[in-house]
């Protein structure tokens, strides 16, 4: 990868960015430049550049003398096995500005198989780049990155336990029945337990017998066994009464659940936690007659669940997988890095993971379907419901990755009518790709390829026509901006708007659609606490229909109205009342009448 003389003139005007090392070296190769060899080749990758002095704020070229001196020492030494033990395939790249020689060399990320990469023929004098720094190495670090460089992969080792004592009988009788349900499987009806999970690759033969895998004790262990090879929880799923940007560290969570059992166990709990507070809808299919009570986002957040325990990195003992719900946002996040880069996650086809045998099993009884990650699966069911895309994280300086869900609407009625002033008419995919720039000032080819889920030809079409339409500015990097005239148009459009000015104008601009109204009848029936069956019997509805399921999320999330039992919300006692902000806005729709 090179980089061209624009950005980085951009970077000297910047900050120092993670991917990128600027080195004074007018005379000779600095020695800290090794240390930042192998800080990017442990981690994403990044640019190494010769010639730039760090001032108190910003970046000077002060040039290189003798660039071929330089650039052929450097090559040279980091070729050398005593001084870099893994041989990169570094790229230069030489620039001129003001008249000064600048080396810029790339220097990839490593193999996973190479890592670590250390200097000086010492293991511990491996680095990772955290932020704008070049950090050594713990101890942990760097056996995550030993362990990931096995191609033994973990959940396939052996465990030394007698497999007729350490499995539970029960978890593994639900699973055969999901397997058996399964279309495409291969049946094992005749086959005891053992003998079924030997066939499925989860028990191995060896010298002294079959022996169960770390795969089946995590799947199916009984307690004893399991923490004998885990000894923290599976997995920390935590749920919040606010917003995410309300939460500081010690914050007392509404519920928790705490999984420290095998993974069947932990996914039917954590599906259960999942399901308190879950919108379920009441429909009926006209087909079978039958209730529908699946949530709207169920196949995202079982996508993301099954993925947070298939995922992550069993042999890291110091740290557990967390789920934190909020009422805005759910965070999924993981000890563990992706093996694949973010940008090749939603891409479709197989994908390396850390525990092949357990994401297999999984795969056999219906969850995570698609190959790989089974994000695809996430961002459809997000981008379905209208909200803006999912956010991930996968960082490899600290092995971690990071899912997050944010209940946002990326057109909003403010970005609907925002649009509609501007006076272009912009098909279904063009519409949001806009909102996301409005939103985030800029945008990417991989961001509109998240959003649509059209692939990066169709994706560069889109960015396109909003640029011949003076919506979007582009650049020679695949990134868009926001055109100058647009943002300053959004800036002075982009002013809160309040309860009372919607209502105000729905009432008397004619706008008041069904939802609206059904949401205003909503307000005034619970002036004084109501259940919903009491609701529905004062708008003369029969049963929950869409608007009126709409109206009370929209009411519940604008705290226009609140339950007397939120610790229940399924509860049969379960009525709902208005807030303060509820009773003001009725105060000022009776003042408007």
């Known amino acids: 990868m090179t980089i061209s003389q624009e950005e980085l003139l951009s970077r000297l005007n910047s900050y120092?960015?993670?991917?990128?090392?600027?080195?004074?070296?007018?005379?000779?190769?600095?020695?800290?430049?090794?240390?930042?060899?192998?800080?990017?080749?442990?981690?994403?990758?990044?640019?190494?550049?010769?010639?730039?002095?760090?001032?108190?704020?910003?970046?000077?070229?002060?040039?290189?003398?003798?660039?071929?001196?330089?650039?052929?020492?450097?090559?040279?030494?980091?070729?050398?096995?005593?001084?870099?033990?893994?041989?990169?395939?570094?790229?230069?790249?030489?620039?001129?500005?003001?008249?000064?020689?600048i080396l810029v060399f790339y220097i990839p990320e490593a193999a996973r198989?190479?890592?670590?990469?250390?200097?000086?023929?010492?293991?511990?004098?491996?680095f990772l780049r955290k932020g704008a720094c070049d950090v050594k190495c713990t101890p942990e670090e760097l056996m995550r990155m030993v362990n990931d460089a096995s191609t033994d992969r973990y959940d396939g080792q052996i465990a030394d336990f007698d497999p007729a004592k350490c499995f539970s009988t029960k978890d593994i009788d639900w699973y055969r029945k999901?397997?058996?349900?399964?279309?495409?499987?291969?049946?094992?009806?005749?086959?005891?337990?053992?003998?079924?999970?030997f066939q499925l690759g989860l028990i191995r033969d060896t010298t002294q017998g079959r022996k169960p895998t770390i795969a089946s004790i995590l799947l199916f262990g009984q307690d004893g066994y399991l923490r004998d090879i885990l000894p923290r929880p599976v997995i920390d799923c935590q749920r919040y009464g606010f917003k995410s940007d309300d939460f500081t560290s010690g914050e007392r969570w509404l519920d928790r659940t705490i999984c420290d059992y095998n993974l069947v166990q932990s996914l039917r709990a954590v599906l259960d936690w999942y399901y308190k507070f879950a919108e379920i809808?009441?429909?009926?299919?006209?087909?079978?007659?039958?209730?529908?009570?699946?949530?709207p986002d169920y196949k995202a957040f079982r996508e993301a669940i099954v993925n947070i325990l298939i995922h992550q990195d069993y042999n890291d003992h110091t740290?557990?997988?967390?789920?934190?719900?909020?009422?805005?946002?759910?965070?999924?996040?993981?000890?563990?890095?992706?093996?694949?880069?973010?940008?090749?996650?939603?891409?479709?086809?197989?994908?390396?993971?850390?525990?092949?045998?357990?994401?297999?099993?999984?795969?056999?009884?219906?969850?995570?379907?698609?190959?790989?990650?089974?994000?695809?699966?996430?961002?459809?069911?997000?981008?379905?419901l209208g909200n803006v895309p999912p956010k991930i994280n996968n960082n490899k300086a600290t092995k971690t990755f990071e899912l997050k869900l944010r209940k946002e609407l990326l057109l909003s009625e403010n970005q609907i009518e925002f649009q509609s002033s501007i006076g272009v008419h912009l098909s279904r995919f063009e519409a949001v790709v806009f909102?996301?720039?409005?939103?985030?000032?800029?945008?990417?080819?991989?961001?509109?390829?998240?959003?649509?889920?059209?692939?990066?030809?169709?994706?560069?079409?889109?960015?396109?026509?909003?640029?011949?339409?003076?919506?979007?500015?582009?650049?020679?990097?695949?990134?868009?901006?926001?055109?100058?005239?647009?943002?300053?148009?959004?800036?002075?459009?982009?002013?809160?708007?309040?309860?009372?000015?919607r209502v105000h104008d729905e009432v008397h601009e004619g706008v008041h659609d069904d939802l609206s109204k059904t949401a205003t009848r909503i307000l005034q029936a619970c002036q004084k606490p109501q259940s919903g069956p009491e609701i529905l019997e004062n708008l003369g509805y029969k049963s929950r229909t869409r608007n009126f399921r709409t109206a009370m999320t929209d009411?519940?999330?604008?705290?226009?109205?609140?339950?007397?039992?939120?610790?229940?919300?399924?509860?049969?006692?379960?009525?709902?009342?208005l807030t303060q902000n509820g009773i003001n806005l009725i105060e000022m729709l009776n003042k408007d009448t």
Request: some cysteine.
């Open 16 to 101: 120092e960015w993670n991917d990128i090392e600027f080195k004074e070296a007018k005379k000779k190769v600095p020695k800290d430049a090794y240390s930042s060899v192998s800080a990017f080749a442990n981690t994403n990758g990044g640019y190494l550049v010769f010639g730039v002095k760090e001032l108190e704020k910003g970046y000077e070229p002060v040039g290189v003398h003798n660039a071929d001196q330089i650039q052929n020492d450097f090559i040279t030494t980091v070729r050398q096995k005593d001084k870099i033990n893994v041989e990169l395939d570094i790229r230069e790249t030489p620039h001129t500005i003001d008249g000064k020689d």
């Open 113 to 126: 198989k190479d890592k670590p990469v250390f200097i000086n023929n010492t293991p511990t004098r491996a």
């Open 178 to 197: 999901q397997y058996e349900n399964k279309a495409g499987n291969r049946s094992y009806e005749d086959a005891d337990q053992l003998e079924f999970l």
């Open 281 to 295: 809808p009441f429909e009926v299919d006209p087909k079978t007659m039958q209730r529908k009570d699946t949530p």
């Open 319 to 384: 740290r557990k997988a967390e789920i934190l719900h909020f009422t805005d946002l759910t965070k999924f996040w993981n000890p563990g890095d992706a093996f694949a880069d973010v940008e090749d996650l939603l891409t479709p086809g197989e994908k390396e993971v850390r525990n092949p045998r357990i994401v297999t099993a999984f795969r056999r009884i219906g969850f995570s379907e698609n190959a790989g990650w089974g994000l695809q699966d996430v961002y459809k069911n997000w981008r379905d």
């Open 435 to 501: 909102a996301y720039a409005c939103k985030q000032k800029e945008i990417s080819l991989l961001d509109i390829r998240d959003i649509t889920g059209k692939s990066f030809s169709d994706s560069q079409k889109i960015a396109d026509k909003l640029v011949t339409q003076v919506l979007l500015s582009g650049t020679n990097t695949g990134r868009f901006f926001l055109s100058p005239a647009m943002a300053e148009r959004f800036k002075t459009h982009d002013g809160p708007i309040t309860e009372h000015e």
């Open 555 to 577: 009411l519940l999330g604008k705290d226009l109205i609140e339950m007397t039992l939120p610790n229940a919300p399924r509860s049969k006692k379960q009525k709902y009342r």
